[in-house]
C-alpha cells in the first residue's frame, strides 16, 4: 500500500483519531506530533514480500493473514474486529488490516482497511483505501478499538468498487485500473515499516471471495477448492516471527492472526 504524507491528509487523521478516542492532540501538540504522523501515513506500502512459499504456507515480509489464487477474482469480502494498539513499546509503530484483490502474485494491490498506529507513544486510528501503487487515500470515518469493520473490493471491467464500513458509518468509491492483474484475493494484517504496532490479535470472519471457475463465476471461503489457499506467516529480515494467523475455521469463513514481535 503505498502511501505518502500531505500535510491536509495528516491533519484530517488526526482529526479523525482525536474523534475515535486515539490521539488527541492540542494545537501545539498536533504541530509537534506532525512529523510523526507523517512518518506513520508515509510508510511505503506494496504487494507481498514473498520470502517462500510451499505446502499452503507463504513466509512474507510484510503480510500476514490468507490469500486464495489460481484464478481470476472478481471481488473480496470479510468483517474483521478493530485491534487496539499497545503504543509501550516504540514512539512509531504501524499496523493496517485490509481486504483486498491483487498484490499476491502481482504487482498492484486494490485495498481498502484501517490502522491502528503509534505515533510519539500514543494509539492512531483511521481507515483508508488505495490502489497501490497510486497513494493512500484517508477516509473520512471515526475509528475505535472494538469496532466491526466490514469491507468489499468487487470489480468488473477495468472498475473497481472499494466499500467499508465501521459500524453504521459506510464509505464506498469506484476507482479505475487496467493493469490490475486479478490474480489473489487477500485477508491480511500488514507491517508496512520496521516496527509492526501491537495489536495482540486480529479476528476476521465472514470472508468469501468469487472467482472464475470452468462454468463460470463462482463463490466461496478463503479455503474453497476452487482456488489456492496460503496461508501467510509475517517474519523480520532475520526470520523471527512478527505475526501468524491461527485458527482458520473449518468452513474456511474466518481466522485470527496474533501479534508475535515481542
Known amino acids: 500500500m503505498g502511501r505518502r504524507a500531505l500535510g491536509g491528509v495528516v491533519l484530517l487523521a488526526m482529526a479523525l483519531s482525536a474523534e475515535a478516542g486515539g490521539l488527541v492532540p492540542t494545537p501545539s501538540e498536533a504541530r509537534t506530533a506532525a512529523g510523526g504522523a507523517g512518518a506513520a501515513i508515509a510508510a511505503r506500502h506494496g504487494p507481498a514480500q514473498i520470502l517462500s512459499r510451499r505446502h499452503g504456507t507463504a513466509v512474507s515480509f510484510n503480510w500476514a493473514g490468507n490469500a486464495a489464487s489460481g484464478t481470476t477474482f472478481t471481488d473480496a469480502k470479510g468483517t474483521w474486529t478493530q485491534p487496539a494498539a499497545d503504543c509501550s513499546k516504540n514512539p512509531t509503530q504501524i499496523s ?69 464500513a465501521v459500524g453504521t458509518q459506510r464509505f464506498s468509491t469506484t476507482q479505475t485500473s487496467a493493469s490490475a492483474a486479478k490474480s489473489s484475493a487477500e485477508w491480511i494484517a500488514e507491517g508496512p515499516s520496521q516496527f509492526l504496532a501491537d495489536f495482540n490479535a486480529v479476528s476476521f470472519f465472514d470472508a468469501s471471495a468469487t472467482g472464475g471457475a470452468s462454468m463460470g463465476t463462482h463463490t466461496g471461503s478463503i479455503t474453497d477448492p476452487a482456488w489456492i489457499n496460503d496461508q501467510v506467516v509475517m517474519v523480520t529480515h532475520s526470520g523471527r516471527i512478527r505475526a501468524q494467523p491461527c485458527c482458520l475455521l473449518n468452513d474456511g469463513t474466518g481466522f485470527m492472526v496474533d501479534w508475535l514481535h515481542k
Open 96 to 164: 493496517s488490516f485490509w481486504v483486498g484483490i491483487d498484490g499476491f502474485t502481482s504487482n498492484t494491490v486494490e485495498q481498502i482497511g484501517t490502522d491502528a498506529d503509534c505515533v510519539h507513544g500514543r494509539p492512531f486510528y483511521f481507515a483508508w483505501w488505495e490502489m497501490f501503487p497510486a497513494p493512500l487515500n484517508v477516509i473520512p470515518l471515526s475509528v475505535r478499538p472494538g469496532d466491526t469493520v466490514s469491507a468489499d473490493v468487487s470489480t468488473s471491467g477495468t472498475a473497481f468498487t472499494l466499500t467499508i
